[in-house]
């Protein structure tokens, strides 16, 4: 699921459109809070992935679903449409790429530091402010921090800043000594 939210050449490009689009009518900010949003529910819901990546469902059928989805969660007009000219385009598969492409063009544009954390366990309020402050410490500014949780990864974290990954998980720990050992 991880790999829906990597920027490809086609989601960049609907990204920049998307971008170009918000800054020019004044919608920057509130495009981008649908787009947070549609993240959320795409990484929630096993209903909404498979609506958007079926090759089966005409792409007149993905954009009324989309539609739906836009107008019911009160999305800006923009947002609405650009859903709906993605889907018309045959484009839905690559809905993940373009969030994360606008994601990196809203940041660029007003200097925003985004930084992900994962974690095995949903952090405690206390974990979340101790890394938020080293993480302003480390970048010298506050990051606006999203955290996720992925059993996976059995104990530790991963952080992204940007385009770096900061891995201390346990499972990656464990996969270099088993490395080491196999070498040895």
Do not use: C
């Not at 090759?55 to 836009?70: N, Y």
């Not at 206390?126 to 955290?147: C, D, F, N, V």
């Not at 900061?166 to 990656?172: E, H, N, P, V, Y």
């Amino acid at each position: 699921m991880a790999d829906d939210f990597r920027t490809t050449e086609v989601g960049a490009r609907y990204a920049q459109a998307l971008f170009d689009l918000a800054l020019e009518t004044g919608k920057l900010d509130a495009v981008r809070a649908d787009l947070k949003s549609l993240k959320a529910a795409w990484v929630e819901s096993a209903d909404l992935r498979r609506m958007a990546m079926s090759p089966i469902l005409s792409a007149e059928d993905q954009g009324k679903g989309l539609t739906a989805i836009a107008t019911a969660a009160k999305f800006e007009t923009t947002t609405r449409n650009f859903l709906g000219l993605l889907a018309q385009n045959g484009r839905t598969r690559d809905l993940g790429g373009v969030i994360t492409g606008f994601e990196t063009l809203y940041a660029r544009h007003t200097g925003v530091v985004a930084a992900e954390v994962v974690s095995a366990m949903p952090l405690t309020t206390a974990q979340t402010t101790h890394i938020r402050s080293a993480l302003m410490q480390a970048l010298g500014k506050a990051p606006e921090m999203t955290a996720r949780v992925d059993p996976s990864i059995l104990g530790g974290l991963k952080v992204k800043v940007g385009s770096k990954l900061f891995d201390a998980s346990l499972k990656t720990k464990l996969d270099q000594m088993k490395f080491a050992l196999k070498r040895a």
